[in-house]
Structure formats: C-alpha cells, structure tokens
C-alpha cells in the first residue's frame, strides 16, 4: 500500500465549498463528500487538523454600517457552525473526531488547547479548529497558518474553488496563466489573492508550505496527502 507523503496535515475548508451549488447554507452531500475524502486520509494514518471558514453563513466584510469587531464575531459563530457539522458527518463516517474552539463555548465544544490537541492527534481523531484565532481583524486563512504552526503540521491544503493559483482571476479573464509552484513571497509582492498578507507571512516566518486546489474533485484532498501532484504548491524554495 502506497505511504502519505505527510503525516500530519491542516485543511483549510472554505464555508462556500461546505454549501455546494446551494451557495449558501450547508449542503449535506457537499459535505459528506468531502469528508469520505479526509476519511481516506485518517484511513491512511495522516493525522488531520482542519479550519473551516464561515462565508457560507455570513461575509462580515460586505455587511454595511456595522461595527467591524462585531461583524467579525459573528463570522467567528458561522465557523463554529461549520465545524460542527462537518464534525457530525465525520463521526457518521466513523472517525473519531474533536471540535476545538479559539472562544470558549463550553456547552457544545471543546476551548482550543494545543497540548490538548496534540493529544488528540496521537490518538488518531480529527481536530476541528472553529472560531479562526479568537480576533477579529484575522481571516481563516490567518488561523488556518497560526493553527498549522501550532501543531507542527507539515503543509497547509487550502481547498478553493478553482484548481490553483493563477496570475488573474480565471473565472473572469480566459487568459489567466496557472502557476505550478510559486514562492509564498510572491504572493505578497505580486497581490495575488491566494492568502491574506498576515497568512502568507505566517507562512513564510515558519517554513510551511501550501497546496491550494480545487475541490470540486474532494479526492484531491487524499491524492495531495499522498503526494500526487494537484492544484498549485506554495513555499520558500524558488
């Protein structure tokens, strides 16, 4: 049986990819496949911490005339929702999983610990990470790096909805040149929206490198755990 080429990873999961051709909400199946995926990983002895993002549920930064503190923090609600119930569809898969929360939420979920987390590695269970960082002002992709760090995870799979990193926006422009691999400097210097700056620095300070890819396809979560050749690799190296 082939090996993982990681051993431990963190998925970063939009709340868009979690609301299928719905674009909004939770779409169960959307979900479910997804997770039959990251099964294959746990299956395959890849431990797996995962952030998911809230924009299925609310986009704190279109919403008018309100403070952007307390947008934030209902976006940080949306990302709890996510994690929740992608967590429910693990479990039915049959995965032993934890939620972990940045903000203490005693009642449904565990409040983010590292060493507790680590813990749950060891044991095999899927660790979901709701709640971002904690602080607004801070994107999921921001967290998705932090908790990466945190947890010594080997690379970061950001699942997005197009199949990579490019020059331009491929859904607009029919000239948009994909990148195979790219420095994580370069999204900085170039403004490409792959990750926010504070994301890419993060990633840049501590060595982590990136797959972003497209998750229509969910199995190209496992085919990247065992280091087939998806979407486009982000890192240090030149």
């Not at 995962?50 to 008018?64: A, K, L, M, P, Q």
Request: net charge neutral; charged share 25%; proline share 3%.
């Amino acid at each position: 049986m082939a090996q993982p080429k990681y051993k431990r990873i963190l998925l970063k999961l939009s709340g868009e990819a979690l609301a299928g051709e719905k674009k909004t909400g939770l779409d169960i199946p959307t979900v479910t496949t997804i997770c039959k995926s990251v099964k294959k990983c746990i299956d395959a002895g890849v431990q797996v911490g995962i952030v998911v993002g809230g924009g299925n549920f609310w986009r704190g930064r279109t919403s008018e005339n309100m403070d952007r503190v307390t947008a934030d923090h209902i976006g940080m609600l949306a990302t709890t929702m996510n994690a929740l119930a992608v967590g429910d569809v693990l479990k039915e898969l049959g995965c032993d999983v934890r939620v972990q929360s940045a903000i203490a939420m005693n009642a449904i979920c565990e409040p983010y610990i590292r060493e507790k987390a680590m813990r749950h590695f060891e044991k095999g269970r899927v660790v979901i990470f709701g709640c971002g960082t904690g602080n607004p002002f801070f994107s999921t992709d921001s967290a998705a790096s932090l908790r990466a760090a945190e947890i010594n995870a080997e690379i970061v799979l950001k699942a997005t909805m197009v199949d990579g990193v490019y020059d331009k926006d491929p859904l607009k422009f029919d000239d948009a040149v994909k990148y195979e691999t790219l420095r994580h400097k370069d999204i900085l210097v170039n403004g490409l929206r792959v990750l926010d700056g504070t994301a890419a620095a993060m990633c840049i300070e501590n060595n982590i490198p990136l797959i972003v890819f497209d998750l229509h396809r969910p199995d190209n979560i496992y085919d990247a755990v065992m280091g087939e050749k998806v979407g486009t690799l982000v890192s240090n190296q030149s």
